[in-house]
């Protein structure tokens, strides 16, 4: 309701990537106040045209421009309002919806001579001589990069991606600004839940997208791990054409989600249960999760077949928490609900009280896809959960510091991925037997001895 109302009057930048809509070919403006200030100016151009009644489109497509041109968290969260259901209040979610989809939909480049200088600056020698062809314009435009299509000397067809100049320090000037978040967050969910390291995780995380190494580390990882799996497709990295900040992969391409969802349900369904093997592969077997689930980081084809791409902000899961998750898991597909309760209650480290019951009430309603299955997500139950969720913080902002648990680590993050890929899955709205989907994969990681200590292979 209070980050709603934030958001609509587009004083909050929202948690998100891919394209982003820029207005003209400049640099992102950098200074912690500048940005602060076209943050401000929004805000009061909407607040104004609301008391007047004026074109609520007019706002709506003025507030996507301004968070594009700021690109950074601004954009991010901005993409985030743009596909996650229940995150817009319902009666601006087509006006907003709309707009703010075009914060992935569109791409405007930055300005070429400079991302020919940060190329060279990064790898050595300018693009014409590290490749055999290089786009002239990008194919898209992120948050923090744009997309070039390029070919390798020797054939191979690669996407580049390389940082917009600037960026880091723009980043760094909204991450300086998080103090509001904090704020935010403590007024929002009370002192107990810990907003500082909330914030701080937060910080950590979105830091890290700066460093390409990172991800190029990340994407071969979930590369290795999904090797064998012929529907779950990770493009390679090119190692010696990146850097901290390019990164070269090999090129990938197929239908957008808006695309997919017009096939018919056979296509779709196949796509939907590897979706769900992707996450819960990478984050049950795999021990880490791609955090950032938004539609243009999916690239779909024939035979169920997905194409999955950035990977910069990657979560890993502690190896205790993990172990509770799986017995939540199992006991979710054998729909047992002490030993979800019990094993819930580990994971999300709660003591017996009114904190513990909103917590598990609303983790047993984010797994009901399982306990249910054969399961159709909707748009409605995705923002139902949202719902619940905001309607548990503000019954908690009533308890005493000794009442709550601080938030476990990698909750927030976990939370993004909960709503950002639910509401994926439900625009391509199919019924699909989630529950036999985990059996095998929980099995590969129940063999586990780090995992589960003696226990014999399922």
């Known amino acids: 309701m209070l980050l709603q109302y934030h958001i609509q009057l587009g004083l909050v930048p929202l948690p998100f990537e891919p394209s982003i809509i820029v207005s003209s070919d400049r640099l992102v403006p950098r200074g912690r106040l500048s940005r602060l200030a076209h943050l401000a100016a929004a805000g009061t151009r909407l607040g104004t045209r609301k008391l007047r009644g004026s074109n609520e489109s007019l706002s709506a497509a003025d507030t996507a421009r301004v968070l594009g041109d700021l690109r950074g968290l601004a954009a991010k969260f901005g993409q985030m309002a743009g596909y996650v259901d229940g995150v817009l209040p319902a009666a601006q979610r087509s006006t907003y919806g709309e707009a703010l989809a075009s914060l992935f939909q569109h791409a405007a480049p930055s300005p070429r001579e400079h991302i020919e200088s940060l190329?060279?600056?990064?790898?050595?020698?300018?693009?014409?001589?590290?490749?055999?062809?290089?786009?002239?314009?990008?194919?898209?435009?992120?948050?923090?990069?744009?997309?070039?299509r390029a070919r390798l000397h020797d054939g191979t067809d690669v996407a580049v991606k390389v940082q917009h100049p600037g960026i880091r320090n723009a980043l760094q000037s909204d991450l300086a600004n998080l103090g509001w978040l904090e704020s935010l967050f403590g007024s929002y969910l009370g002192a107990g839940f810990n907003a500082h390291g909330v914030v701080e995780e937060f910080r950590e995380r979105f830091l890290e997208e700066l460093d390409y190494r990172k991800e190029a580390t990340h994407q071969q990882k979930f590369h290795e791990l999904f090797r064998d799996d012929p529907q779950i497709l990770i493009p390679e990295v090119i190692f010696d054409r990146s850097s901290s900040r390019v990164l070269t992969t090999r090129w990938a391409q197929g239908l957008t989600l808006d695309e997919a969802s017009l096939f018919p349900l056979k296509e779709r369904k196949a796509w939907t249960e590897t979706l769900w093997r992707f996450v819960f592969r990478s984050s049950l077997v795999g021990g880490l999760f791609n955090a950032d689930p938004h539609p243009g980081n999916f690239f779909f084809q024939k035979d169920g077949v997905v194409t999955f791409?950035?990977?910069?902000?990657?979560?890993?899961?502690?190896?205790?928490?993990?172990?509770?998750?799986?017995?939540?898991?199992?006991?979710?597909?054998?729909?047992?609900?002490?030993?979800?309760?019990?094993?819930?209650?580990?994971?999300?480290?709660?003591?017996?009280?009114?904190?513990?019951?909103?917590?598990?009430?609303?983790?047993?309603?984010?797994?009901?896809?399982?306990?249910?299955?054969?399961?159709?997500?909707?748009?409605?139950?995705?923002?139902?959960?949202?719902?619940?969720?905001?309607?548990?913080?503000?019954?908690?902002?009533?308890?005493?510091?000794?009442?709550?648990?601080?938030?476990?680590?990698?909750?927030?993050?976990?939370?993004?991925?909960q709503f950002g890929f639910y509401s994926v899955l439900a625009r391509l709205d199919a019924e699909v037997d989630y529950a036999a989907i985990e059996r095998p994969i929980l099995k590969e990681a129940m063999a586990d001895p780090l995992l589960n200590p003696g226990a014999e292979t399922r």
């Open 309 to 417: 791409i950035d990977f910069g902000c990657v979560q890993p899961f502690p190896q205790e928490q993990l172990a509770h998750a799986l017995r939540a898991h199992e006991a979710a597909i054998h729909r047992n609900e002490k030993a979800f309760h019990d094993a819930g209650a580990l994971m999300l480290n709660v003591q017996a009280g009114l904190h513990a019951d909103l917590a598990l009430s609303f983790m047993r309603q984010c797994f009901e896809p399982l306990f249910a299955s054969p399961f159709r997500m909707t748009s409605s139950f995705v923002s139902d959960l949202v719902q619940q969720l905001q309607q548990s913080a503000f019954r908690a902002r009533r308890m005493t510091t000794k009442q709550i648990n601080p938030l476990p680590r990698g909750i927030l993050f976990l939370n993004r991925l």
């Open 119 to 148: 190329v060279r600056s990064e790898l050595g020698a300018y693009a014409h001589e590290l490749f055999a062809s290089f786009g002239e314009q990008p194919v898209a435009s992120a948050s923090i990069g744009q997309v070039h």
